[in-house]
């Protein structure tokens, strides 16, 4: 098959953009040679720390070693319970997994494809430790009630903000309203690098500095180890990389919000789809319709046909993957979703002329 006219997410744009700043930024490097932990791994993790308000913020290799790390530095391992949604890509479950303990599912809210808050406390044994919400295609979760929840049953939150990057929930930064938030640089995140990378956000001074401790084998001195760690820094090269896209961030979410509203302008007679809320504080890192009457695989190819391309995120959820499976109940609307939800060509820098075809595309879809 040869590559999609429109991709669902075209970088050469941004890198174009960006070129000359960012080839400055790696010859910076290469001049002091710090590829590990160097100047501007630190230089980031300040100016990221003050772009979301938080008091530390710590660079590692990925958003799935961020959450890793982060579920690590809280202590919670072998016994212990983290509630998440099923309807999230694999990295969510995994990291829970990873570190020993048992993802236990609530299923989500079909209005906005988020975890059921209100189904927390149904969820809730006495081995629960901590909620793990999941800010899905950049539309946060009501963290008012996650918080009040966690509250009242003593558990922590880590927020997985790997598609939120610059979404914020009643005017604060997604990641920094639990004890934890964790992010993630793959590249077509919202701030993505050219390569991987993560971090973790907190206002915890000794969860930062268990987490600093984590990322490098164990240490806080060099040959000290203190417990089994991880090989997670982010590399210098990525760390320059994002310094040069940092400062670009709000206008890059801002072209997301004004492609959506586009969309969904354009969309809203159709009775067969149904478009995202344009909620306050979405960074839409995915333009996510549901399809109903059981053509969202028709619609998907009809476009495939006219060079546009799209995603399903995610056609399986966590529950029904091969490890998991046979191990939960069922959860309908995470079902029915992963049935429905289309993703369409989405980007900080997608064009007017590619966005006019996309709609003419869908808009042409017939309706029954
Ligand atoms: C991308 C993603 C991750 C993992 O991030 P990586 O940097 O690829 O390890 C975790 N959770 C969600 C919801 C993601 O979309």
């Known amino acids: 098959m040869t590559a999609p006219r429109i991709p669902i997410l075209d970088l050469r744009a941004e890198v174009d953009e960006l070129r000359t700043d960012i080839l400055r930024a790696i010859e910076g490097v290469l001049d002091r040679t710090d ?25 590692v290799n990925s958003g799935t070693d961020a959450l ?37 599912f609530v299923d989500i809210d079909p209005d906005t494809l988020n975890m059921d808050v209100g189904q927390i406390e149904q969820a809730l044994t006495e081995r629960t430790r901590a909620v793990m919400p999941v800010h899905l295609y950049g539309r946060p979760v009501d963290m008012t009630r996650v918080m009040e929840v966690a509250r009242q049953h003593g558990l922590k939150v880590i927020e997985d903000c790997a598609q939120s990057f610059g ?13 934890l938030g964790a992010y993630s640089f793959f590249p077509s995140k919202n701030l993505g690098a050219y ?17 600093r401790m984590l990322r490098v084998h164990g240490s806080r001195r060099k040959y000290h180890n203190e417990t089994v760690g991880y090989n997670s820094r982010l590399d210098t090269l990525q760390a320059a990389i994002l310094r040069v896209k940092l400062p670009h961030i709000d206008r890059f979410n801002a072209h997301r919000r004004a492609v959506a509203a586009r969309y969904n302008e354009a969309f809203a007679g159709l009775q067969h789809i149904v478009t995202p809320e344009l909620v306050p504080g979405h960074s839409f890192h995915q333009y996510t319709v549901r399809v109903l009457g059981g053509r969202r695989d028709e619609l998907q190819q009809a476009l495939a046909q006219q060079g546009i391309g799209t995603m399903v995120y995610y056609p399986i959820p966590q529950d029904q993957l091969p490890i998991y499976r046979g191990q939960y109940p069922a959860y309908p609307h995470s079902q029915q979703a992963a049935a429905e939800v289309l993703s369409l060509p989405m980007g900080h820098m997608l064009g007017e002329s590619e966005q006019a075809e996309v709609i003419q595309a869908v808009k042409s879809f017939p309706s029954t």
């Open 35 to 59: 590829f590990i932990m160097g100047e501007d791994v630190t230089a980031f993790e300040s100016e990221a720390a003050q772009y979301l308000g938080t008091q530390h913020a710590v660079a």
């Open 68 to 104: 890793v790390i982060a579920l690590r530095a809280l202590g919670i391992g072998e016994g212990a319970e983290v509630i998440t949604t099923p309807f999230t890509f694999f990295a969510t479950a995994e990291s829970i997994s990873m570190v020993g303990a048992t993802p236990v």
């Open 167 to 179: 979404a914020t929930w009643q005017g604060q930064q997604t990641g920094t309203i639990g004890d």
């Open 195 to 211: 390569g991987d990378g993560g971090l973790i956000a907190t206002d915890d001074s000794d969860l930062a500095d268990t987490a």
